[in-house]
């Protein structure tokens, strides 16, 4: 290849990637523009709907045609999580009903709710609309420390020639409290915390020192706020 040839094919190799390199911020999503998709949902009413025997394709496809908008269902996902799609089957016939609360009866039944990103409202599981798990570990020592019950000198009052007996009563630890067993925090962070711990990567184990969680940023907030109340009991 002679040079000249050689100087404009490197000239159109760079441009092509700096053109990738930009694209990623190009095409990302706009958070604005989603708030904005997710409030129009709660606010978008639909006058009539009445599905019978409609499979989600149809469903999916009548809100699509009736609001102009991008509505995508993440199939690999959501029967990656056991829920055949070709079983599914809505009959309801509903008026004047927002397309929020219209996609909530069709879709929680099923253990399905919708995500908003790039403009597109996505079809899928609780947990992929939480995001990908984040590992974090939370100090917990200053729950599972054992209270003791320390036994002080006596100080009482004495008539005079009393002899005070030189026995001092052990220490006592409290075996009565049920956050000396991390095992009690982590089950009582499940409980509080309502997420689907048992999915495919998300983890949540503990030690006397920490708690460690494996579950997406939503959730973690949710954790640290039920740590806290369980602190105030303390």
């Known amino acids: 290849m002679s040079r000249p040839r050689l100087a404009v094919a490197s000239l159109v190799f760079g441009w092509v990637v700096a053109s990738l390199a930009a694209a990623p911020a190009a095409w990302a999503a706009d958070p604005r ?23 989600l394709d149809d469903a999916v496809r009548f809100l699509q045609i009736a609001t102009g908008w991008n509505v995508v269902v993440r199939r690999t ?39 908003v990103e ?15 798990p984040v590992l974090v570990l939370y100090p917990i020592s200053h729950l599972t420390w054992t209270k003791t019950n320390f036994r002080g000198t006596d100080i009482d009052l004495h008539p005079s020639g009393f002899t005070v007996s030189e026995d001092v009563a052990e220490e006592e630890e409290d075996e009565d409290d049920p956050f000396r067993d ?23 184990t503990a030690t006397k020192q920490y708690l460690m969680v494996k579950a997406p940023r939503p959730v973690h907030r949710q954790v640290a706020r039920a740590l806290a109340q369980m602190a105030a009991l303390k």
């Open 118 to 132: 790039g403009n597109i409202v996505f079809v899928t599981t609780k947990a992929d609309a939480l995001g990908a």
């Open 33 to 55: 523009k989603d708030a904005a998709l997710e409030a129009a949902m709660k606010v978008r009413r639909l006058p009539q709907v009445k599905f019978v025997d409609t499979s």
């Open 77 to 115: 996902v959501i029967e990656k999580a056991g829920v055949e799609l070709s079983a599914l089957r809505f009959k309801l016939e509903l008026t004047d009903v927002t397309v929020a609360g219209l996609l909530r009866v069709l879709l929680e039944p099923h253990g399905l709710v919708t995500k």
């Open 182 to 204: 991390p095992q009690h925090v982590a089950d009582l962070v499940k409980e509080m915390v309502d997420a689907p711990w048992t999915d495919e990567g998300w983890s949540l």
